[in-house]
């Protein structure tokens, strides 16, 4: 089911996204780890699905707010699609747990570290909740520059328009000795920097 879910969206990214991706090589061979994209439209966590093979892709999970996935439909397709339904404003201990839980079972998981989708493409602050978990569970993080999606689906609109898409995977920020803030700046940093690379 996941697969059949995943496949449409993966096949329309590489058709009208011509969906481009660079730095597999900087993933590390089996999780547990995260992912951390910046944040431009609804259409990044499939982006980020698709960019990765499926054997992957299978074993990463998404936190997804529950204004979108706290329904009793919309529960039951995030169940199927690796989506871990949070409240990051008022259960942020629960989203912690819950993202533990997942990554202590050797999953990968995906976090955007913004907090909520940029209004304009640019990129947000990121929220110190990413560092706490990967320097408690002593797991790295990957940064992860996402291009393209803003152009195919700006928030307010429902229906993507054609837009050429970019994936960029960075090398390992790793927690180990450092600070929570020092952790997300320096997470921050390397985004940044990918996005600004021609």
Same mark, same amino acid.
């Given at each position: 089911w996941r697969y059949m879910l995943v496949f449409p969206f993966? @096949?329309?990214l590489k058709v009208f +996204?011509? @969906?481009s991706v660079s730095g597999m090589e900087n993933l590390p061979a089996k999780g547990p780890y995260i992912i !951390?994209?910046?944040h431009l439209s609804l259409a990044d966590a499939p982006t980020v699905a698709a960019g990765v093979p499926w054997a992957l892709a299978s074993q990463t999970f998404f936190l997804g707010t529950t204004d979108y996935f706290g329904g009793p439909v919309t529960s039951r397709i995030a169940n199927l699609i690796n989506v871990i339904p949070v409240d990051m404003e008022s259960r942020l201990h629960s989203a912690m747990q819950m993202? !533990?839980?997942v990554l202590r079972q050797g999953k990968v998981l995906c976090v955007f570290p913004e907090g909520g989708r940029s209004r304009d493409g640019r990129i947000k602050e990121f929220k110190k909740g990413v560092g706490i978990i990967a320097r408690e569970l002593n797991i790295p993080l990957i940064p992860v520059a996402i291009r393209g999606t803003y152009e195919m689906l700006?928030? +307010?609109k429902r229906l993507p328009r054609p837009a050429k898409i970019g994936v960029s995977f960075g090398k390992p920020v790793y927690p180990e000795g450092k600070e929570y803030d020092e952790i997300v700046k320096e997470l921050y940093r390397e985004v940044v920097k990918m996005l600004e690379r021609p």
């Amino acid at each position: 089911w996941r697969y059949m879910l995943v496949f449409p969206f993966k @096949l329309y990214l590489k058709v009208f +996204g011509r @969906l481009s991706v660079s730095g597999m090589e900087n993933l590390p061979a089996k999780g547990p780890y995260i992912i !951390a994209p910046n944040h431009l439209s609804l259409a990044d966590a499939p982006t980020v699905a698709a960019g990765v093979p499926w054997a992957l892709a299978s074993q990463t999970f998404f936190l997804g707010t529950t204004d979108y996935f706290g329904g009793p439909v919309t529960s039951r397709i995030a169940n199927l699609i690796n989506v871990i339904p949070v409240d990051m404003e008022s259960r942020l201990h629960s989203a912690m747990q819950m993202s !533990a839980f997942v990554l202590r079972q050797g999953k990968v998981l995906c976090v955007f570290p913004e907090g909520g989708r940029s209004r304009d493409g640019r990129i947000k602050e990121f929220k110190k909740g990413v560092g706490i978990i990967a320097r408690e569970l002593n797991i790295p993080l990957i940064p992860v520059a996402i291009r393209g999606t803003y152009e195919m689906l700006p928030p +307010g609109k429902r229906l993507p328009r054609p837009a050429k898409i970019g994936v960029s995977f960075g090398k390992p920020v790793y927690p180990e000795g450092k600070e929570y803030d020092e952790i997300v700046k320096e997470l921050y940093r390397e985004v940044v920097k990918m996005l600004e690379r021609p």
